[in-house]
């Protein structure tokens, strides 16, 4: 699924660190190019979750019950 981009239409959205949680605005360019992604400045990872990502994340529902 990587280099697919995400579904957020807006030009400027945050995102959210699938590892350490830190949040971190994206553009819509960067998200559509992401060889520029910048990875995460607490962790370096570069696993960035989305608004859609996380109200679908299976550990997010299981937060729910
Ligand atoms: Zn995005
Ligand atoms: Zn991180």
Redesign the pocket.
Known sequence: MTGD????P?DI?P?WCGFCGARQM???L??AQLLIVPSCPRCSGTD?R?EIDDLTAPDYREDRQ
């Open positions: 981009g995400c579904q957020d807006r959205h995102h994206f553009t819509a960067q998200c960035w989305n």
